[in-house]
């Protein structure tokens, strides 16, 4: 569905193969998640001890294209699945990637946004401040993908606190590393580095390229994954990203792949008019996670992800 989402050069049949060859014991299955009979098969035949569900369209951009596909997929779907775990594999721990897109746009109607010079920030009472788990879903634009992720991550929660099935939430942001497959439509950090080191153009849409995202590498959110699997809960929920310490715009982005390839890339267009809904600045605070597994910790740095980025796309 990504090659129809966003292109055939960013489909997934690459890393399929490359999985095929070199993990013998993963089975691959098409099945669409929101046609309830194509899943049922699946879970008569196996018991499962854990159900990571990663499958989604992933772009707000391209829901409103078509609502009710994204929807059927992103809502549907999710409750399929977690009715046919209850069904047939209770005892299962069953983790959901959500999306920071549920807190909607109020993130850019906080009070204490100012622009500095190469990125907006946030100061509450003159303290650096990163958005958590209490932040409001409600009353704000979503986008049709906003809003059938909230509903996927509402029925989680629900089924672990009415059914007691052991289900975790986690809100991600931006997730990368370099397997990652980064679009125009998705993926910011993967895409600006491949096209910095392809010199193609790139389009910055809005607020001056100031905007400001926190980044985690695949690794640190499986790693978040599996100390839940280890510990889970009943409809927990977890933002997940990289933190203030992986947090850049896209201005320092530029800055720092030029620096770290040594490169002086320049090709880039901004576009005055922001996409609808989109966040001028979001840093996740993850000290919720971080509280109760103490273990577990960010492994990869932004400039560590970014160079692995460099590698993967140098000519």
């Known amino acids: ?8 050069e960013y489909s997934t049949n690459i890393i399929k193969k490359f999985q095929k060859k070199n993990y013998k014991k993963i089975h691959f299955l098409n099945i669409s998640i929101e046609k309830h009979t194509n899943l049922i098969k699946i879970f008569k035949k196996n018991k499962f001890d854990l159900i990571i569900h990663a499958a989604g369209q992933p772009s707000h951009d391209w829901s409103a294209k078509d609502p009710i596909l994204d929807f059927k997929v992103n809502a549907l779907g999710t409750l399929n699945l977690l ?10 721990v069953f983790i959901f990637t959500s999306t920071n897109k549920v807190y909607g746009d109020l993130p850019n109607y906080l009070n204490g946004i100012k622009e500095l010079q190469n990125r907006y920030e946030v100061f509450i009472k003159s303290k650096p401040f990163a958005i958590d788990e209490k932040f409001s879903i409600d009353d704000s634009k979503h986008s049709p993908f906003g809003v059938s992720k909230t509903s996927a991550d509402l029925m989680v929660q629900e089924y672990g606190k009415y059914f007691k099935l052991k289900t975790g939430i986690f809100r991600c942001g931006c997730i990368t590393g370099p397997a990652h497959q980064g679009a125009q439509l998705h993926g910011f950090l993967s895409y600006l580095v491949k096209c910095i080191m392809n010199n193609k153009k790139y389009e910055i849409y809005g607020y001056k390229g100031k905007q400001v995202r926190d980044n985690i590498h695949s690794y640190d959110l499986v790693n978040m994954f599996w100390h839940f699997y280890k510990k889970p809960g009943f409809g927990e929920i977890y933002n997940a990203g990289g933190g203030r310490e992986n947090s850049v715009s896209i201005l320092e982005t530029i800055n720092l792949v030029n620096k770290l390839s040594k ?16 966040h001028i600045w979001y840093i996740t605070d993850y000290t919720k996670f971080k509280k109760k597994y103490k273990k577990w ?18 000519n």
């Open 263 to 278: 490169g002086n890339w320049k090709n880039f267009k901004l576009n005055k008019a922001p996409r609808i809904g989109d």
């Open 297 to 314: 910790s960010i492994k990869f740095d932004i400039k560590t992800i970014i160079k692995q980025l460099i590698e993967k796309y140098k």
């Open 83 to 92: 009715e046919l775990t209850r069904k047939y594999c209770l005892q299962a």
């Open 1 to 8: 569905m990504r090659a129809k989402l966003f292109g055939k």
